[in-house]
């Protein structure tokens, strides 16, 4: 079974706000990712947590904040965002990176709008 | 930089076969994973190659040649709910810093 979820569904905030995406996962995985996605275009990678620790972060801005507090649960922290950060956000986890053959699963995703 | 291709749009009938291709010139391929896409909904899981050759897995199966860089995703008996966008993901890195960089994705649109 496996199952990765995210709150909120649909967020929309305002350019000022201070607002984090959450997502959380039980199936015992050990990396977890945030990649967000544009419309009609592919997922494109934004962080990678390994055992609880920050092991990617593909050059993203820092209006986005990651944090995993511990190995089930992953947030992303947003603050001054643009209206360009408008996306789909999706969270995704994988057994551990060493594991050879190892795919990730993705949670539902995070609509998020900035106004 | 990572370049990962496919083409833009497919359609095809119900009930027929399809292939989809994806093209890679990547550094560390330790990969490559195939994701089915509803219009609104995450990315689901179908197959994956680490090896050269064809990986079966009912109606789904995706063929692999590290040395051409190349990838396809084979669709049998093709379904309605099949319609949908096809996304290659590569896996990059070595033993403990592994990334998934995703390819341009395949719109599938499958008519009755």
């Known amino acids: 079974d496996t199952e990765v979820t995210q709150t909120p569904k649909h967020l929309v905030m305002g350019m000022t706000n201070k607002k984090s995406l959450k997502c959380e996962q039980h199936m015992g995985h050990r990396a977890m990712y945030w990649y967000k996605q544009k419309a009609k275009k592919p997922p494109e990678l934004m962080f990678v947590?390994?055992?609880?620790?920050?092991?990617i972060n593909e050059s993203v801005p820092s209006r986005f904040s990651p944090e995993c507090p511990n190995s089930s649960l992953l947030n992303l922290h947003l603050h001054a965002l643009q209206p360009e950060d408008s996306a789909l956000y999706l969270c995704a986890s994988s057994q551990g990176l060493a594991v050879p053959g190892n795919t990730i699963y993705f949670g539902e995703g995070s609509w998020l709008t900035v106004v | 930089g990572q370049n990962i291709d496919q083409p833009t749009e497919m359609t095809a009938t119900e009930g027929a076969i399809v292939q989809i291709n994806c093209t890679y010139q990547t550094s560390g391929f330790n990969g490559l994973f195939w994701y089915q896409q509803h219009a609104g909904e995450a990315p689901t899981f179908l197959s994956y190659?680490?090896?050269?050759g064809l990986e079966e897995k009912g109606r789904f199966s995706s063929f692999l040649s590290r040395s051409k860089g190349y990838s396809y995703l084979l669709l049998k008996e093709l379904q309605m709910k099949d319609s949908a966008s096809y996304l290659c993901?590569?896996?990059?890195?070595?033993?403990?810093?592994?990334?998934?960089?995703f390819g341009t994705g395949t719109r599938l649109k499958v008519l009755a």
């Open positions: 190659n680490v090896l050269d």
């Open positions: 993901a590569v896996r990059l890195g070595t033993s403990g810093t592994y990334k998934y960089i």
């Open positions: 947590y390994s055992y609880e620790k920050l092991s």
